[in-house]
């Protein structure tokens, strides 16, 4: 079942390519018409969050109930290494459940794996960050620049947000759709595929 609303975490020292990539393909499945009950939400562990490059990003809400949303995404960023030991967005992560699908970029894999929500699967992130995430999962993939577990897709390095999000709207609304919407990214100048 393709997800309705859809969660957009953000944190101090992300990438916010990781968050923007992703993002710009997955809003166009409403503004674009093919679905246009689909809305989205930033969430934030802060009323402000800047990035790892001092860019500020005004979240929606912080710490919002995740339990109205269909789909999570988890972006990376310096600042995923304080929060692998963070407990209060550990137990925030956790309240997402075993059901729902949820999605990372970069080292937002490092924070599903710390929350439990890649034990036993497959998983990437940025390839600095491999040895970090190799006691998370059950293997480490190297080779590819999306892995989809079913449930959970994890995607390597910052320059995979763009594709990740297209991966994910073929997954959950067609190839047609993905077709359209990687049209009028590059249309607009994107080196989407």
């Given at each position: 079942m393709a997800p309705k609303r859809i969660a957009f975490l953000v944190f101090p020292r992300l990438t916010l390519l990781d968050l923007v990539g992703a993002y710009d393909a997955l809003r166009r499945i409403a503004t674009m018409s093919i679905?246009?009950?689909v809305t989205?939400?930033?969430v934030g562990t802060e009323p402000e969050i800047a990035d790892e490059t001092g860019l500020v990003v005004k979240p929606d809400s912080v710490y919002e109930d995740l339990a109205a949303f269909d789909l999570l995404y988890v972006p990376?960023?310096?600042?995923?290494r304080a929060l692998m030991d963070?407990?209060?967005?550990?137990?925030y992560l956790k309240t997402w459940g075993a059901e729902r699908p949820l999605a990372s970029v970069c080292t937002g894999a490092l924070l599903l794996g710390r929350a439990g929500y890649l034990r036993g699967r497959r998983a990437t992130t940025h390839h600095r960050a491999y040895e970090l995430l190799r006691p998370l999962c059950r293997e480490v993939v190297t080779d590819r620049r999306i892995v989809d577990e079913g449930r959970v897709v994890t995607a390597g390095g910052v320059a995979s947000s763009?594709?990740?999000g297209l991966y994910l709207v073929e997954k959950f609304w067609g190839a047609d759709a993905r077709a359209r919407i990687a049209a009028q990214m590059e249309y607009r100048g994107?080196?989407?595929v």
């Open positions: 679905d246009p009950a989205h939400r930033i990376g960023g310096l600042g995923t963070d407990a209060r967005l550990l137990d763009l594709d990740l994107y080196s989407a």
